[in-house]
């Protein structure tokens, strides 16, 4: 009931600039939390941004050169990457917290992930 779809990957150079969009679906009304982690061969997915009512957060990495933003409708959340090095490549991932949990498929759910969209920056 909750689908979350992104893109913008790809392939640029360090120094470049992406956009990624995740673009989302079904019963996000109560969610309260999106945001972007990274995923890089041999580490743990790490969370680089991600916006509340409180606020944006952005991790020591990305803070200066990531940042999130919303379309009006909210439907769709952006993160405009630049400056961007080769340690930033990785599968991005978008993921929505909801409060309360989401009814699915017998279970309640409180944290949605989309597919994965990936960045590669060579050097």
């Known amino acids: 009931q909750v689908q979350l779809v992104e893109s913008g990957g790809g392939l640029v150079q360090a120094g470049g600039s992406l956009r990624l969009s995740c673009a989302a679906s079904g019963r996000t009304l109560s969610s309260y939390a999106m945001g972007w982690f990274r995923q890089a061969p041999g580490k743990e997915r790490e969370l680089v941004a991600q916006t509340t009512d409180g606020g944006a957060y952005y991790s020591d990495a990305v803070k200066g050169r990531f940042t999130m933003s919303r379309d009006n409708a909210g439907y769709t959340v952006y993160l405009q990457m630049i400056s961007l090095k080769p340690d930033d490549t990785a599968v991005y991932f978008c993921?929505?917290?909801?409060?309360?949990?989401?009814?699915?498929?017998?279970?309640?759910?409180?944290?949605?992930w989309g597919r994965g969209t990936q960045v590669t920056v060579s050097s």
């Open positions: 993921n929505i917290k909801t409060y309360p949990p989401v009814f699915v498929a017998g279970t309640y759910i409180d944290d949605f």
